[in-house]
């Protein structure tokens, strides 16, 4: 089926590093495991019939409960053949690290210092991985689902 | 001796008066009001007295309240001596260089020769450039004084405009004074009698590069990049508050006036009425008396200089408004290359036009 | 004089144009490194404006989310909320009427217009062109005027449910529609004179902020900015939603990726996103703006108040929140910037597991250095202008 070439491709090349793949309302995703995940992603961008050329979003989803315990969500968008993929890899907490994919698009440079930023998920051979959003003497990462909503954080700023 | 002395007084306090006593808070108001029409709105009208709002008047009275009753400060770390005098050093050329603008001719009340000019220098023009290029140094010094980097560049940027232009505005002018062959400003008003002999027919050309120049040399729009409000907070004058902050702005609008006054004696005729000469003027108001003729001839010619004054005001506040503003290397730019050559192709022209002619 | 050069003692200056700076709207500071007035180094800190939109969503219910999206891009929240509603209409799988639909277009298309006037006004004052922006802030008044006839709020209107809409249109709409779109395009003309062809404008913009084509790509950009650049990208076209492709309507785009033809794609969409409002008006369908199914969406007040089943739903709705089966979807709409997604997980409870915002200004902003290093510190607000970067949208 033609929705499903990307899908395809990716269980014919890589068939032991593709853990499941669905396509729940018509949106590919294939969950992968997370140590190739750089080279599926450059399979993805550079194989000349998927050609996916934008990353759109990088984000990452906290299952708290499960183990592995994170997510971490790619979407990619090919211009050329107008389709869409989701990758997933799964990350456990005990071993909180995943592949950056910088190398392969540059967008992925501010998404993942977000997602190191909001889960505390480090990103290996991420040139800067510091916080963007929240400031620099934050605690914690809030978005996690054990981060408790109410939390107060010390105050910072000059002391007069 | 004495006669000489009051008149010169009472020159003085004219002008004094008019410009900065009307024309500085006026100009205020009328770029709030000029600008309001310009851009579909209403503009500043709430400042009443005892419930009369007098479309705005009464907002530069209240603006000086208001500045007078300001905290005045130097910042941590500034140079208190040049922040504070860099203010005085900005406005005072502003009001001096208007001494030499002839805003009338000659006339011969009760006996007395009066001179409508406060000093009838032979260099008036070189005085003008002189004094004008002592503004340079308020800039300058505001910028570096304020211990700001963003202060600094304005001041930085300042400098280079303003020496920039300062070349090519006295190029400029060669050809007026080529043409007119004398410095004195009322000598050249007073050969503009014959509305041909108008500078802006015999000099076209000179008076778009000599009005360009001296926007630049104001740091109006388009060329305000000294104090671009949106890159460089307010420039040179960020660090500036109440009394002094107040004076660089009226800097900027006393040398609106001496611009306009300087374009109007050079350009378009200074006191005279177009067609209209003086022994016409004199002879319309005969039914007075030699006296009552004069006095009536000077208060005309002093009304038409200041009507072109104000609509070279006008002028200079529609062009602000208009048009966005340049950028650091193109301002450099048009000056050293596009102005500083035509106007030396200009003073050529002008030389082989004034040999043809002699 | 290159000896000279070496001989001179020189320093990089490092400036802070910090979070409140006239020009960094949105909040943005930038640590700018200047040689002379060169620039060398651009470090961009954002966050200023973070106020934690996901971990909110994810403690309130799924329509508690809707009045958080008005106030993501906060110049066209309609399309926020547009989008959102999308999104959990695909996570249901439910399908709205089509007299809603178009009322969706319609609304999308008005905060899109809205949202490229405050954009070249802001650009038009940051320049020093200051009577171009109060034009294009009166043609954005009446703009707001329509939207707060249809919605009630002229900025965050709240205004798209889960299933529907809040309100029909209102009569007189349409008639007022084309008097405020002659109005607008009377400004329209007025800004294409004097800032299109005004020789200081086209300086200070054309080869500024340059970014060619495969870069842009790389950086993630999307909608006017990548347009500018060449790429032919619009959501509205290439996944149509709603009615966008019983639409027509033509797509701008630029040659160079300057900031210059950021400026013209803009103008021109405007043009464009009237035209589809007016065919929307034209061709809109008689029939309800919200989907019968009590569950997901309340039923009319008349119903509820006399009708125990509405009743029953809409309270529990109302306490516990409309429950999505469990999964996850990523959907795209074509927001003011870019392509605005929305990647929403579903547990089947009536909040939301996440829900998550890709904003379309975040690569942007991110390629600031790339836009600016070897420029002028003056070419910095162009470039930061036309990227249109919203500080509710970056930051969430």
């Known amino acids: 089926m033609e929705a499903n070439v990307t899908l395809k491709k990716i269980c014919d090349r890589f068939p032991d590093s593709v853990v499941e793949t669905h396509s729940y309302r018509g949106d590919d995703t294939a969950v992968v495991k997370k140590d190739d995940i750089l080279k599926i992603c450059q399979f993805l961008r550079d194989d000349k019939e998927l050609l996916y050329n934008f990353m759109m979003d990088l984000t990452a989803v906290d299952y708290l409960g499960t183990e592995p315990r994170f997510e971490i969500v790619y979407h990619l968008y090919s211009l050329q053949y107008n ?19 910088v190398s392969l698009w540059i967008a992925a440079d501010w998404f993942e210092r977000e997602a190191y930023d909001l889960y505390g998920i480090i990103f290996k051979g991420h040139p800067e991985l510091k916080r963007i959003l929240l400031y620099d003497g934050f605690e914690g990462h809030p978005l996690r689902k054990d981060y408790p909503i109410k939390k107060r954080q010390p105050l910072i700023g000059p002391t007069n | 001796m004495a006669a000489e002395l009051i008149e010169s007084i009472v020159k003085i306090l004219f002008i004094f008066g008019v410009n900065v006593g009307f024309f500085s808070p006026i100009l205020g108001w009328v770029e709030r009001k000029q600008s309001a029409i310009m851009q579909d709105r209403v503009g500043a009208n709430r400042a009443d007295v005892f419930g009369f709002r007098l479309i705005g008047l009464f907002h530069p009275i209240a603006d000086a309240i208001k500045v007078l009753t300001k905290e005045d400060f130097v910042p941590d770390g500034a140079d208190k001596l040049f922040h504070t005098l860099a203010p005085f050093i900005s406005l005072t050329p502003a009001i001096i260089t208007f001494a030499v603008i002839p805003f009338g001719g000659h006339y011969e009340i009760f006996g007395h020769s009066v001179n409508l000019v406060i000093a009838d220098l032979d260099v008036g023009m070189l005085f003008i450039f002189a004094f004008g290029s002592l503004a340079t140094f308020g800039a300058v010094l505001a910028g570096w004084a304020s211990n700001n980097n963003w202060s600094f560049l304005g001041g930085l940027r300042a400098a280079a405009q303003m020496l920039s232009y300062e070349v090519a505005m006295g190029l400029t002018i060669i050809g007026v004074i080529m043409v007119f062959g004398t410095l004195k400003l009322t000598e050249i008003g007073a050969m503009q009698e014959n509305f041909f002999r108008w500078g802006i027919f015999l000099q076209p050309i000179g008076f778009i590069l000599f009005f360009t120049c001296a926007i630049a040399e104001n740091k109006r729009a388009p060329f305000d990049m000294a104090e671009a409000e949106s890159e460089l907070i307010a420039g040179y004058f960020t660090e500036y508050s109440g009394l002094k902050f107040v ?9 609106i006036v001496t611009i306009a006054g300087v374009l109007t004696t050079l350009f378009f005729g200074a006191w005279h009425l177009p067609f209209v000469t003086d022994q016409m003027l004199l002879s319309f108001f005969s039914f007075a008396g030699p006296n009552g003729s004069n006095i009536l001839a000077m208060l005309v010619n002093v009304g038409t200089f200041y009507a072109k004054l104000i609509f070279f005001i006008w002028l200079q506040m529609t062009i602000r408004w208009t048009l966005p503003r340049f950028r650091y290397d193109q301002v450099m730019r048009l000056g050293w290359k596009m102005i500083l050559p035509i106007s030396l192709i200009n003073i050529f022209i002008t030389g082989i036009i004034v040999l043809l002619v002699k | 004089m290159a000896d000279l050069a070496k001989d001179l003692h020189t320093e990089h200056m490092v400036m802070n144009m910090g979070p409140s700076h006239p020009v960094t709207h949105g909040t943005v500071k930038f640590m700018v490194t200047l040689d002379g007035e060169t620039i060398v180094d651009l470090k961009t800190n954002i966050g200023y404006l973070h106020r934690g939109f996901e971990k909110m969503c994810e403690n309130g219910t799924w329509e508690q989310v809707m009045p958080y999206t008005d106030r993501l891009n906060y110049v066209s929240p309609l399309i926020n909320n547009v989008g959102y509603a999308l999104a959990v209409e695909k996570l249901i799988d439910i399908d709205v009427p089509d007299r809603c639909k178009y009322i969706r277009v319609i ?24 009577t171009a922006f109060l034009y294009f802030v009166e043609a954005r008044e009446l703009v707001w005027d329509l939207i707060e006839m249809l919605t009630g709020g002229r900025v965050t209107s709240n205004y798209v449910r889960i299933g529907g809409l809040k309100n029909d249109i209102p009569d007189g709409f349409k008639e007022k529609t084309q008097d405020v779109f002659r109005r607008c395009r009377e400004l329209w ?4 004179k004097l800032l299109t062809k005004n020789r200081i404008f086209i300086d200070r913009v054309r080869g500024v902020g340059t970014m060619p084509p495969d870069e842009a790509i790389a950086y993630g950009f999307t909608g006017p900015c990548l347009r500018a650049s060449g790429v032919l990208y619009d959501v509205r076209k290439a996944h149509p939603y709603l009615v966008y492709d019983l639409m027509d309507f033509d797509i701008p785009i630029g040659e160079n990726g300057d900031n210059f033809d950021r400026y013209l794609v803009r103008m021109e969409e405007i043009n464009q996103s009237m035209r589809i409002v007016e065919q929307a008006l ?8 919200n989907v019968d199914m009590p569950q997901y969406r309340w039923q009319a007040k008349n119903d509820v108040y006399n009708k125990i089943e509405s009743l029953i739903f809409h309270f529990k709705t109302v306490t516990e929140g409309i429950k999505p089966p469990p999964g996850e979807i990523y959907l795209a709409v074509e927001g003011g910037n870019g392509e605005l997604g929305f ?17 379309p200004c975040f690569p942007l902003t991110a390629a600031m250095p790339r836009m600016v290093k070897g420029g002028f510190l003056a070419d910095i607000i162009p470039t930061f202008d036309m990227i249109n970067m919203i500080g509710g949208e970056c930051d969430r």
């Open chain 1, 83 to 101: 389709r869409r993929v989701r990758i997933k890899a799964k990350v456990s907490e005990s071993d909180c690290s995943i592949d950056s994919i």
């Open chain 2, 247 to 255: 004076m660089f702005w009226m800097g900027e609008f006393l040398e």
């Open chain 3, 107 to 130: 609304a999308s298309e008005l905060a899109r217009i809205s949202d490229h006037y405050t954009n070249i006004a802001a650009g038009g004052l940051e320049l020093g062109a200051f």
């Open chain 3, 189 to 192: 003309t007025d800004i294409h």
């Open chain 3, 282 to 289: 034209e061709k809109m369908p008689k029939g309800p703006i």
């Open chain 3, 343 to 359: 990647y929403l997980v579903s547990d089947g409870s009536g909040k939301p597991y996440k829900c998550r915002v890709r904003p």
